[in-house]
């Protein structure tokens, strides 16, 4: 089995713009009034730090933005999921089907809960779950299917609904989708639905490189199910007076900030958009170079700005250009994501004799150089020279060697 290459450049000390943002929108006055008219309220001792007000407010408003009757705020998008699969009360041998290219938050998760993790494969293009793939590792014992709308680039749930109801589990009926939009706040899907309309349940984080930014970390559940999104509330606070639970609440501050951060939220996404695409037009005759597919109507939002190089330059000559880009020219750039068994060994040992080759191979042609909307005109045009520059000097070595 492959090792698990490094995700960052060798030149970090060289690097003007950074591997990834460390804020992926960024804040007005607006947000800072928020957060100042809750301080100032909340310094009277009657009033205090109780969120429930601000905590429902936002919750209302995200559930209307994305289209769901219900949405549930946690501290954050790791914790939200965790909820999520612990209403399913996984037993040993539980499946939950994923794809194999992902962020390790989500297969943690699964394993945490008790759940048996089954790894699927990508698809080349968007490199989200290939429902096909998916349809080849279901099981009867398959409880979910966990679809993640990966660097922006939303997937499409019917499949896997579809999918879900050709394999019932001959107990718990139909595995239940659950997507992970971490990454895709805001956006819509390949038939025009809402991100956090569709599927059991969706789930949302906040952290601060995220579409939009709750102080740092926070994350949201929505979901068409009444009993999940009423079991979600108490199990963020020990339970109510009758079940398990924990505290994973939102602060009053970080409520309020969300719902700014909301109210702006297709305007930051949209100059995101722009921005993406501007770059694939500036990139579009660099023969070496594969670029993220162009989807419109907000079905692809870039959270970051995928790259493939040729398959003879897979490995050793993906880390040569990504360190080029940062030791000659100071761009930034990261490998997201290879395939999680490749870089976490919980995850390796859980899904030992689990091999997806096509993941690995896409994984290993991988990097996202830094993108931002904030970047100036002038940031822009030189981080696309940058790559037009290293990209022509690693295709000159590779064809002297």
């Given at each position: 089995?492959?090792?698990n290459?490094?995700?960052?450049?060798?030149?970090?000390?060289?690097?003007?713009?950074p591997v990834e943002p460390a804020?992926?929108g960024?804040?007005?006055?607006?947000?800072?009034?928020?957060?100042?008219?809750v301080l100032a309220?909340?310094?009277?001792?009657r009033?205090?730090?109780?969120?429930?007000p601000?905590?429902?407010a936002?919750?209302?408003a995200?559930?209307?933005?994305?289209?769901?009757?219900f949405?549930?705020?946690?501290?954050?998008?790791?914790?939200?999921?965790?909820?999520?699969?612990?209403?399913?009360r996984?037993v040993p041998?539980?499946?939950?089907?994923?794809?194999?290219i992902n962020?390790?938050?989500?297969?943690?998760?699964?394993?945490?809960?008790?759940?048996?993790?089954?790894?699927?494969?990508?698809?080349?293009?968007?490199?989200?779950?290939d429902p096909t793939?998916?349809e080849?590792?279901?099981?009867?014992?398959?409880?979910a299917?966990l679809?993640t709308?990966?660097?922006?680039?939303?997937?499409?749930i019917?499949?896997?609904?579809?999918?879900?109801?050709r394999h019932?589990?001959?107990?718990?009926?139909?595995?239940?989708?659950?997507v992970?939009?971490?990454?895709?706040?805001?956006g819509?899907?390949?038939?025009?639905?809402r991100?956090?309309?569709?599927?059991w349940?969706?789930?949302?984080?906040?952290e601060?490189?995220k579409?939009?930014t709750?102080?740092?970390?926070g994350?949201?559940v929505?979901?068409n199910?009444?009993?999940?999104?009423?079991r979600?509330r108490?199990?963020r606070?020990?339970g109510?007076?009758?079940?398990?639970?924990t505290?994973q609440m939102?602060?009053?501050?970080?409520?309020?900030?969300?719902?700014?951060q909301l109210?702006?939220?297709?305007k930051m996404?949209?100059?995101?958009?722009?921005r993406a695409?501007?770059r694939?037009?500036?990139?579009?005759?660099v023969?070496?170079?594969?670029?993220?597919p162009?989807?419109?109507?907000?079905s692809?939002?870039?959270?970051?700005?995928?790259?493939?190089?040729?398959?003879?330059?897979?490995?050793s000559g993906?880390?040569?250009l990504?360190?080029?880009?940062a030791?000659?020219h100071g761009v930034?750039?990261?490998?997201s994501?290879?395939?999680t068994?490749?870089?976490?060994?919980?995850i390796?040992?859980?899904?030992?004799?689990?091999?997806?080759?096509?993941a690995?191979r896409?994984a290993?042609?991988?990097?996202?150089?830094?993108l931002?909307p904030r970047?100036?005109?002038a940031?822009?045009?030189?981080?696309?020279?940058a790559?037009?520059?290293?990209?022509?000097?690693v295709a000159r070595?590779?064809r002297i060697?």
């Open positions: 089995m492959p090792t290459p490094a995700t960052v450049p060798r030149s970090l000390a060289s690097l003007r713009w804020q992926g960024w804040y007005t006055e607006a947000e800072h009034e928020a957060v100042r008219e309220e909340s310094a009277d001792w009033t205090g730090w109780k969120a429930k601000c905590t429902d936002f919750e209302n995200f559930a209307a933005h994305a289209g769901a009757r949405a549930v705020a946690f501290n954050s998008g790791g914790t939200a999921l965790e909820m999520v699969l612990h209403h399913l996984l041998g539980d499946e939950v089907v994923s794809c194999a962020f390790v938050g989500p297969h943690i998760a699964v394993i945490g809960q008790g759940g048996s993790l089954v790894l699927a494969e990508p698809d080349p293009i968007t490199l989200n779950l793939d998916a080849r590792v279901i099981t009867p014992r398959t409880r299917i679809v709308h990966w660097n922006g680039a939303s997937a499409d019917r499949p896997f609904l579809d999918l879900a109801e019932p589990h001959p107990v718990h009926g139909p595995p239940v989708v659950i992970d939009a971490a990454r895709a706040c805001g819509r899907t390949p038939s025009g639905v991100v956090g309309a569709e599927g349940a969706t789930v949302f984080s906040f601060s490189k579409l939009m709750t102080l740092g970390q994350g949201m929505t979901t199910d009444q009993a999940l999104a009423e979600l108490w199990l606070t020990y109510g007076r009758d079940h398990w639970g505290n939102m602060t009053k501050p970080q409520a309020a900030v969300g719902l700014v109210s702006r939220l297709d996404n949209d100059a995101r958009i722009s695409h501007q694939t037009q500036y990139l579009a005759d023969d070496e170079l594969t670029l993220p162009t989807l419109y109507s907000r692809h939002l870039y959270y970051r700005y995928n790259l493939l190089v040729p398959d003879s330059w897979a490995g993906r880390d040569e990504m360190e080029a880009l030791s000659r930034g750039s990261i490998i994501d290879p395939p068994y490749l870089g976490h060994r919980l390796r040992d859980h899904t030992s004799g689990q091999h997806c080759p096509l690995e896409l290993a042609r991988l990097l996202c150089p830094c931002h970047l100036s005109p940031e822009e045009s030189a981080i696309c020279d790559i037009r520059q290293a990209t022509a000097q070595t590779h060697s």
